[in-house]
């Protein structure tokens, strides 16, 4: 279980999160949606403190990390705990898609070569890349790059692994096939933190939905009651931006 309490993040004098309480269980998908400027992509860096926040408690199971005070060893043991997909895919690009995939476990887990190689190319198939194992990053689509990336975090096999944004740097005709896969890995129980703009996709793989505004957590629910009985205002106007056609029961 992960479980974020009373998180806090500011920028100088711009308060980006405030006071922000979430739990999120083991298997659980976790969309997070919300206008620009909400503060969910903020949050999500908190979660392994790519962002440190000013105030406030991380915990994942029973390993706790004060927001506030947190000492080097703390920030370390938490990050092997998750992994991390970026909008912008951020691969090695003199490194081949096996060197890539192959990069944290050698490095940052210190695993023996053949044993990364093997769990390595076990992701690149679940991914559907295993033919492009000696490509380059530069010889790959937008879309298979961030499948790489995708593969990457699963071969660390993390607690939870979070997305930020994962299609919203690809082309429209690439965004389908990287969806498919987070489906196909929401169908494994893998515990997911989800950034996105894609409102059908979020209503379709996840188990739990939150939207925020504001810098604070608005709304949060299961999918089938958020998007169709949302209760607060704000939300409504949100759904009713983003998804024209959007209508919620009475």
Known sequence: MIRLT???????KNKVLNGINLTVQKGDVVAILGPSGSGKTTLLRCVNFLEKPNDGEISIGDFKVSGKHPSKQDIIQLRRKTAMVFQHYNLFKHK???????EGLLIAQKQPKDE???KSLEVLDKVGLREKVDAYPSQLSGGQQQRV?????????PEVILFDEPTSALDPELVGEVLAVIQKIAREG???IIVTHEVGFAREVSSHVVF???GVIVEEGQPEELFVRPKEER?????KRV????????
């Open 190 to 192: 893998v515990t997911m």
């Open 6 to 12: 009373n998180i806090h993040k500011s920028f100088g």
């Open 96 to 102: 081949t898609v096996l060197e890539n995939v192959m």
């Open 116 to 118: 990364a190689k093997r």
């Open 212 to 214: 925020m505004d504001g």
């Open 243 to 250: 998804t024209p056609e959007w209508s919620y029961v009475i």
């Open 149 to 157: 990336g995708i593969a990457r975090a699963l071969a660390l096999n």
């Open 235 to 239: 939300t409504k106007q949100f759904l």
